[in-house]
Nanobody, 127 residues
Framework: QVQLVESGGGLVQAGGSLTLSCAAS????????MGWFRQGPGMEREFVVG????????DTADSVSGRFTVSRDNAKMTVYLQMNSLKPEDTAGYYC????????????????????WGQGTQVTVSS
């Protein structure tokens, strides 16, 4: 059974930083693209950043480019989201997601291309 478990969320002041982690199990992690999505209050879930299974490709949403960085440790089966210069508009539930192994469509921004999802971790940025 595949599980993705996010951690690291919390309350932070604007301008601060947080690092989210997503630990995977039951998944051929090394061969799955990983993505981070978020859903703010009253908003649809949106793509934040994705990383290819080999770590060589990254796609970042314009809204977080230059502030958020994704990385992965295949040995630990964990993907990270380093978030700097946080803004109140970054307040959201953050979800990690994984594709099936060897997904061939390139890093996707579409939810439907991710087979597995975590339960999310809340990030709240105060002004």
């Amino acid at each position: 059974q595949v599980q993705l478990v996010e951690s690291g969320g919390g309350l932070v002041q604007a301008g601060g930083s947080l690092t989210l982690s997503c630990a995977a199990s039951g998944l051929t992690f090394s061969y799955s693209d990983m993505g981070w999505f978020r859903q703010g209050p009253g908003m649809e879930r949106e793509f934040v950043v994705g990383m290819g299974w080999n770590g060589g490709s990254i796609d970042t949403a314009d809204s977080v480019s230059g502030r958020f960085t994704v990385s992965r440790d295949n040995a630990k089966m964990t993907v990270y989201l380093q978030m700097n210069s946080l803004k109140p508009e970054d307040t959201a539930g953050y979800y990690c997601a994984a594709t099936l192994p060897f997904y061939s469509g390139g890093i996707s921004r579409r939810e439907r291309d991710y087979q597995y999802w975590g339960q999310g971790t809340q990030v709240t940025v105060s002004s």
